[in-house]
């Protein structure tokens, strides 16, 4: 997994050091389905030891991205009629149980501009919160070049 899960209680290190004990001992894993396995029988990967027990973490293919210091699941696009240059889509904060990654509920919309730079994230709970975000954002970053253009197309509007 590339996220751990953040209420796991150990740090890799001590993680691989109690799997190799546990898995000697017999230990068991338990799955989110009410189930358990024998712990020597899931990679160290895919478990996680959360609350006193091991804990077999849900597979979750979810894209994530991080936007505005917070990790999101990005769903799928939201079609839209207005005329922009951003692209919205449907998200979610991405939340943990102890088997993982909750099913997201897509309650937010994330707004995406594409620069030469790369590409530029806000979320809000509505397409007019994450553009009002994400033109913020824009503007914040290129406030110089957004003043200097607008200063030079008055100049030319006052020569006429």
């Known amino acids: 997994m590339k996220n751990r899960n953040p209420l796991t209680q150990l740090t890799l290190e001590q993680k691989q050091q109690k799997y190799t004990i546990d898995c ?3 230990e068991i894993a338990y799955k989110s389905n009410d189930t358990t ?3 020597r029988n899931v990679k160290l990967e895919n478990v996680e030891f959360i609350a006193g027990l091991w804990r077999v973490q ?3 293919n979810y894209k994530i991205s991080t936007i505005r210091n917070k990790q999101m699941i990005l769903g799928p696009r939201i079609e839209h009629n207005e005329k922009t240059f951003f692209e919205y889509y449907k998200a ?3 939340t943990y149980n102890c088997y993982g990654p909750l099913t997201p509920k897509y309650d937010m919309v ?3 501009y594409t620069t030469d730079e790369g590409e530029c994230w806000a ?3 509505t397409i007019a919160d994450a553009r009002a975000f994400l033109g913020s954002r824009l503007y914040d970053e290129h406030k110089d070049l957004i003043h200097a253009e607008v200063c030079k197309n008055n100049n030319q509007n006052t020569r006429k």
Do not use: E, S, T
Request: aromatic share 6%; net charge positive.
């Open 110 to 112: 994330a707004a995406k």
């Open 37 to 39: 396995v024998p712990l």
């Open 123 to 125: 979320y809000g709970n």
């Open 92 to 94: 979610a904060v991405l």
């Open 24 to 26: 000697a001992k017999g």
């Open 58 to 60: 849900d597979v979750a």
